[in-house]
């Protein structure tokens, strides 16, 4: 690969790793309270305020009684999480996710749950088939029932909430939704960066498109009606999303309208910032809220239905259920080059079994693709290295006449057969390649946890003795001092590319083990190539 590459390959990546490694701090691990029959009693009132609505009068709001209630927490075990729900809300108070390195709390944040619906309400437990099942009162002869259904194998869950209304009266009841956040936690090898990946989002079908759209919620969107309305129009599915991990909610019989989602950033816990050398910063989280329609008509009841999904973000996984939730993990600008890259890298690693060793075969075989480019970059640079020495007669002579400098420089590439743009067309090519491998390995739940060899246990995680990282920048220097032309000590390009290894080195550090393995194997097989070829030409007086 040329230097011209390595140049472009850095400054593009460099705003990346500076706010990774300044901008974003490290989350503390929240350990799982243990699970209790009954824990914190609370003094409260149920805000739940209940319009009563009747041709003869105003509308009459109901609130009811103060209660001393309490606590209590409920675990539901599947194959792939426990679930800790707690009667306050009706909520999921810990998703502890049961990842194959250690298991994980993805909910490890202060707040009112994800699921809540009436976030200071304590519901009793009720008696169903369901997996959990609540029931409360929220004022005389409206009552309110909520049952969950986990998934066994880790997909598609339901929630369901029916409010009965045994009053004469119809009845809106305000307030009605379902919470979700604030934030979303993350594996261990996440934690530094997984505020910059916290999204609250939404799935929509935009007009003109074979495939939907996941937009992100943010503060812009909640203060322009038009913004939200572009975002989110009758929106599919939404909910909270890091790199690894979803949870989603679908409607099922009832109608979405943008307006219904409500986005906010909650404080979930301090950080040192910079080393505790500027004191300690707030991080907060996002946290989505979702209004149901709340009119329930006199001695009737309404049921909203919705699906869920909680847990990794598995592409291959996601192919075989519903609702397009694969377009919830982020391949970049290249999308399609970085889906190609995942269904390579599957592929072979279904012939080795082993993801380290798939990723050094995918590198090889996209190396005997660019071949002929990087031939042909080779030969570009080593005829313009042939004739340097002419060109800089040329520059020195008509150095007073641009127009006739121009014209003897032509003629000289013409002479020499040289384009001195060919050796930027791989430059090109291989850009969006590694930034759709970059994205396709970062995002890949395959590579958690999946070992390599020796001290590469999680080629998702960075390599914990930093021993890929320093090869790839050794290999980087020898590679450029055996195969870059010497153009002089003060050209700015050659500075640049003499720190170049340093700057890749420092770069890489952090980065997933795998991405660090496709770059050190890259740079090994595109010097070796280079170093035959130059060779070869040089055999045949091509140099």
Known sequence: MDRNFFIALGIALVVYVGYMSFFTPKTDQVPLKPVAAATATATTAAQVSIQEVTPQTEAVKMVSPTQIQQESLFTVQTKNADIVLSNKGAAIKNFVFKDVIAPVNLTPYKGPGFFSTFDDLYFAKADSSADMAFKATLAPGVDVYKEYNFSKDGKIGNVSLKIVNTTPNDINVSGLHYNFGPGLATVKSEEGDNPANWNAVCLIQEQGKKKPTVNNITEKEMKDPRKLQDACADWHWAGISNRYFLVALVPQNWKTKAEQLSFSKQYVYDKSSFFGLFGTRQIFGPQLSVALPGVIPAGKEVIYNADFYFGPKDYDKFASMPYNLERSIQFG???????????????????????????????????????????????????????????????????????????????????????????????????????????????????????????????????????????????????????????????????????????????????????????FVSNCISFAINLILKRKMKTLGEI
């Open 333 to 519: 600008f290249f999308g399609q080059l970085g889906k190609m890259a995942h269904s390579l890298l599957e592929w072979l690693y279904g012939m080795t079994k082993n993801y380290g060793t798939a990723i050094i075969l995918m590198t090889v075989l996209i190396q005997l693709v660019l071949f002929p480019l990087t031939y042909k970059q080779l030969k570009s640079s080593a005829v313009m290295q042939r004739i340097q020495p002419e060109m800089k007669r040329i520059q020195e002579k008509y150095k007073e006449d641009p127009a006739m400098q121009q014209r003897e420089m032509l003629g000289l590439y013409k002479k020499y057969g040289a384009n001195p743009l060919s050796g930027c067309l791989p430059l090109f090519i291989q850009f969006p390649i590694f930034l759709a491998l970059f994205n396709a390995l970062r995002t890949s739940w395959s590579l958690h946890g999946a070992p390599f060899m020796w001290w590469i246990h999680d080629l998702s995680a960075k390599d914990p003795y930093y021993v890929l990282p320093v090869a790839m920048g050794v290999m980087m220097y020898i590679q450029q001092k055996l195969t870059m032309p010497d153009m002089g000590k003060d050209n700015p390009s050659m500075v640049m590319m003499k720190w170049m290894p340093v700057f890749m080195t420092v770069l890489f550090l952090n980065f997933p083990a795998g991405l660090t393995l496709y770059w």
